[in-house]
């Protein structure tokens, strides 16, 4: 079993900067690629980016340039820094956990409000 705990989330200027986390615990080992996805409202869950175990990372193209997602060191959260954020990235950003065997794993999701 795997828990992850998205944080972050909030109101944001067009063109300002978020950083959310993921914080990960449980049997971590098993998943063998983390990412992030989004909701806007009236949509379907989008997938925006994805790291492997081994640090292999791939982007959507409407965040390519925009955002990074990182791990930390411990490799007990994994980030995704949002830069030059605009009205059409709100969304609820949720956490992913894919294992070799099984469902995914999903957070609770954080709002991300990009409004002036």
């Known amino acids: 079993q795997v828990h992850l705990v998205e944080s972050g989330g909030g109101l944001v200027q067009p063109g300002g900067s978020l950083r959310l986390s993921c914080a990960l615990s449980g049997d971590i080992s098993s998943i063998l690629f983390w990412g992030w996805y989004r909701q806007a409202p009236g949509k379907q869950r989008e997938w925006i980016t994805a790291?492997?175990?081994?640090?292999?990372?791939t982007y959507a193209d409407s965040v390519k340039g925009r955002f990074t997602i990182s791990r930390d060191n411990a490799g007990n959260t994994v980030y995704l820094q949002m830069n030059s954020l605009a009205p059409e990235d709100t969304a609820v950003y949720y956490c992913?956990?894919?294992?070799?065997?099984?469902?995914?794993?999903w957070g609770q999701g954080t709002q991300v409000t990009v409004s002036s």
């Open positions: 992913n956990g894919k294992p070799q065997l099984g469902i995914d794993y």
């Open positions: 790291m492997t175990r081994a640090g292999t990372i």
